[in-house]
């Protein structure tokens, strides 16, 4: 059974399957005295993410913390357990038709405290910001079995510093997410996607850049390159009636509000699109929609190479260009936000120690941030898969020693091994 808790080649010896905050507490508690170290499972959808551990004796699985503790419809705000899954969550607000604007790959495993964890992101971030926007209250607890609570559970809070924000992108390495309060809102009345296709990733990101600087803020706006994104174009352009390259590049653009809204939406997106000389586009809805979204999601098999790169909005078709020239893997496979700054790129084929390099090089001469979300085990031994942060490291480690002194939270998988 310990077996599907192996990580990094290592196989913990303890599981602890916590229940309740209180149980939670009672856990860490006793593998911190006993000088132990965890690391804390959800779904297990991210468990790639961060270097290698260093130590790790007990798994906490937090799965069976899955419950809702507080909702209030009315009042906009939901708090629940850190185990419970995305897909649960939104299926209980969706009962009020309301949802958690906030978009990740695998909803149905992936848990929120891993998402949090693992600092997700997804399409919805462009219009609603990373995940943490959206948090108003948080509580931990920390590797000595200590409950703590940050913020509250109201959307107009202003208690002091926002410390849960210490905690999404962590990986658990400073505290146990036990629950969060989450701001929430209503299911648009009408959802659409405008599918367009493009003759390279420089038409694309211009008209992306056009469409989130209109007049009105779409859903979402994400350019998806690579083979499967040629193979969609080609679907959707099986009547004949426009061409696809064999290089095609799609621009996902999500539409959502009232009925006359949303069609006034689209008229103005397929014309910005007409005027970009964008090769063929199709206004999509109901199942469609999901179909050509999941251009965005994990590819399969899973790829041998996964980087997270962020820069400013408008150095994205750079960064685009950059990546594009990187001629070293057998297939590579781009999405980004346009909106956000955020570019994933994922690559299929051998990977080499200067294979990583070459792809840092090309996000930094952009003058963006990387992250090496996957890479083969082997290499992870040899490099920091979050980079060189410089002097935000010192700040960093300081924080790990005051929440974390013993090392007892995933030593070593954060940046800098801390």
């Known amino acids: 059974m310990t077996e599907s808790y192996k990580l990094d080649g290592i196989t913990p010896s303890r599981i602890e399957r916590p229940d309740t905050v209180d149980n939670l507490s009672t856990a860490l508690k006793s593998i911190h005295s006993d000088q132990q170290a965890a690391v804390l499972w959800g779904g297990g959808t991210r468990m790639h993410v961060g270097n290698t551990v260093a130590r790790y004796d007990a798994a906490v699985d937090m799965t069976n913390l899955n419950r809702i503790v507080d909702y209030r419809p009315p009042d906009l705000v939901v708090v629940a ?10 299926a209980e607000l969706g009962k009020n038709n309301q949802r958690l604007p906030f978009d990740v790959q695998f909803a149905d495993s992936a848990t929120i405290g891993g998402s949090l964890a693992s600092n997700t992101l997804g399409p919805l971030s462009g219009r609603y910001g990373g995940v943490r926007d959206l948090v108003i209250g948080m509580s931990i607890v920390q590797a000595d079995g200590t409950m703590t609570k940050s913020g509250g559970s109201v959307v107009k ?33 009408v959802m659409r996607t405008i599918a367009a296709w493009f003759d390279s990733a420089e038409s694309a990101a211009t008209a992306g ?22 193979a969609k174009a080609s679907e959707l352009a099986a ?11 799609m621009l996902l653009v999500a539409l959502a509000a009232g009925p006359a809204t949303v069609e006034r939406q689209v008229n103005e997106t397929t014309a910005i ?4 000389m964008a090769d063929g586009f199709v206004v999509l809805d109901d199942d469609l929609q999901s179909a050509a979204w999941s251009l965005t999601g994990q590819q399969s098999p899973a790829p041998t190479l996964s980087i997270r790169s962020t820069v400013k909005p408008t150095a994205t ?19 980004a936000q346009i909106g956000f700054g955020t570019v994933e790129a994922h690559f299929q084929g051998d990977v080499s120690g200067e294979a990583v390099r070459s792809v840092r090089d090309a996000v930094t001469s952009t003058g963006g941030a ?5 890479c083969p085990s082997e290499l992870k031994h040899d490099l920091d898969v979050f980079g060189d942060l410089g002097a935000p490291l010192e700040v960093m480690r300081r924080m790990k020693q005051q929440f974390d002194s013993a090392g007892t939270l ?7 091994r801390i």
């Open 370 to 374: 990387c992250m090496i979300e996957r």
């Open 81 to 90: 357990e850190a185990g419970m899954t995305i897909g649960a969550l939104q």
């Open 317 to 335: 078709l750079g960064l685009l260009g950059a990546i594009g020239k990187l001629d070293n893997f057998d297939d590579t496979h781009i999405v």
């Open 410 to 416: 995933s030593p070593g998988r954060f940046a800098g």
């Open 209 to 230: 850049i056009r469409i989130t600087n209109g007049a009105f803020m779409p859903e979402a706006v994400t350019l998806v390159a690579g083979q499967r994104a040629s």
């Open 273 to 276: 699109l007409g005027g970009s």
């Open 157 to 189: 809070n202003v208690a002091g510093y926002d410390m849960a924000r210490l905690h999404i992108g962590a990986l658990g390495t400073l505290g146990a997410i036990a629950t969060v309060a989450f701001k929430i809102g209503p299911v648009p009345e």
């Open 239 to 249: 009547d004949g009636s426009s061409k696809v390259s064999g290089n095609a590049v």
